[in-house]
C-alpha cells in the first residue's frame, strides 16, 4: 500500500532573522566608517633642538610632519599635553623622557630625550666677606672677623684640622705647625658657597746660642796660634722645609675634584713631596697614587673615609688609606 505525500514545510522564525539583519547592518557600518575615516599618516617625525639638554633649560620641539593639522605633545614629566606645532619645554627633573607626538587623529612616534643635571654657578653675592693677614708665627694668635650682610651662622676652619674650629662672627686662633694654610668660612650653612683664604704661618725664630770665644790653654806653645774648634760650620744649618698641611676631608675633596675634571692631580704635590708615584691603598687593595687618580678621572666617586699617615719630621704624606664608593672602576 502506498504512502500520500506528506508535505514538509519549513519555517524561519521571524526573531533570528531579525537578529541576522542587525548584526549584518552594524558590521557593515563599522566597515563603511573605518573606510571613510581610515588616515594614511605617512611619516610622522619632529626635531629635538640642541646636543645636551639640562633641567631648567628652555628646550624647542619641531615637528615635520606633512599634511599635519592636530598636535598633541606628551611629554611623560606630569605636565599638561601641548597642542601647538613648534612647543618649547622645560622640565624640572633629570633622567630620561619619552615624548610621544600624536599628529591628527591618530598618527604618532615616540623619541627620547635625556635631561641632565643642572650645573652649578657659583653665586659670587653670597661668598663670604673677610680678610685676614697674610702671615702669622707659629704660637702668635690671629683674629679674624666676617664682615658679610644677612650672616647668620658661622663655620670657621683654620686648616690644621677638618673639624670646625669657631662658630663666631669673630674668631681667634693660634697655629701649632708652621706651612701654607687654608682659611675656611662657611656662612648660613651654604657648603657651596664656602669662602677660602691663604695664610703663610712661619715657624717660631730659632734663640741663639752665645759661643764667645774659647782662650787657649797655658800649656799650649804661645807662638802657636790657634782657632779653637767649637762644632759650628761656616755654612748655617740647612733648614728642613715641611710639606703643607691637609686633612682627610679637603684630601677627599680634591680627589672629587680630580674625578670630576676639575683639578689636575699634581695638586697634592705638595703635599706628598713630590712622590705622586707612592703606594696608597684604596679599598683595602694596593695601587699607585697617579694610576688611582687616571683611573677616577671622568667618573663619579664618593670618598667614603680618607686616612693619611705622615712623616713626623717633614710633615709629608708617605702613605694614604682611601675607601671609595665601589662600581667606579
Not at 770665644?213 to 774648634?229: G, Q, Y
Request: with cysteine; charged share 30%; proline share 4%.
Amino acid at each position: 500500500m502506498e504512502k500520500p505525500n506528506t508535505p514538509y514545510n519549513y519555517h524561519l522564525d521571524k526573531t533570528v532573522l531579525l537578529f541576522f539583519m542587525i548584526t549584518f547592518l552594524a558590521f557593515g557600518s563599522l566597515f563603511a566608517y573605518k573606510l571613510v575615516t581610515k588616515e594614511d599618516c605617512g611619516i610622522v617625525n619632529f626635531k629635538i633642538h640642541g646636543n645636551k639638554y639640562k633641567v631648567g633649560e628652555l628646550i624647542r620641539f619641531t615637528d615635520y610632519t606633512e599634511g599635519a593639522e592636530k598636535w598633541k605633545w606628551d611629554f611623560n614629566d606630569s605636565t599638561e599635553l601641548r597642542t601647538e606645532r613648534n612647543p618649547y619645554h622645560t622640565f624640572s627633573k633629570p633622567g630620561k623622557y619619552d615624548i610621544r607626538l600624536t599628529v591628527n587623529k591618530g598618527c604618532e612616534v615616540t623619541k627620547t630625550i635625556t635631561i641632565e643635571e643642572k650645573e652649578f654657578v657659583l653665586d659670587s653675592t653670597k661668598l663670604p666677606i673677610f680678610e685676614i693677614p697674610t702671615q702669622t708665627m707659629v704660637g702668635q694668635e690671629i683674629k679674624v672677623e666676617d664682615n658679610t650682610p644677612r650672616a647668620n651662622t658661622w663655620e670657621w676652619r683654620f686648616g690644621e684640622t677638618a673639624t670646625v674650629n669657631s662658630y663666631e662672627k669673630e674668631a681667634k686662633y693660634t697655629y701649632k705647625e708652621s706651612g701654607l694654610k687654608t682659611i675656611s668660612l662657611v656662612i648660613n650653612g651654604e657648603l657651596k658657597h664656602i669662602g677660602k683664604q691663604k695664610i703663610k704661618v712661619l715657624p717660631q725664630p730659632k734663640k741663639k746660642e752665645d759661643i764667645g770665644f774659647v782662650k787657649s790653654n797655658d800649656e799650649l806653645d804661645s807662638d802657636i796660634k790657634m782657632s779653637p774648634d767649637i762644632g759650628v760650620d761656616d755654612k748655617d744649618e740647612k733648614k728642613i722645609e715641611k710639606a703643607p698641611y691637609i686633612g682627610p676631608k679637603e684630601f677627599g675633596a680634591k680627589l672629587v675634584k680630580v674625578a670630576d675634571k676639575k683639578e689636575n692631580f699634581q695638586i697634592f704635590a705638595p703635599y706628598m713631596c713630590n712622590n705622586l708615584k707612592m703606594s696608597v691603598v684604596v679599598n683595602k687593595k694596593k695601587q699607585d697614587f697617579d694610576v688611582f687618580c687616571q683611573k677616577i678621572r671622568g667618573r663619579t666617586i664618593t670618598v667614603k673615609d680618607v686616612e693619611i699617615v705622615r712623616d713626623k719630621e717633614t710633615n709629608c704624606i708617605t702613605n694614604v688609606i682611601i675607601d671609595v664608593s665601589k662600581g667606579w672602576f
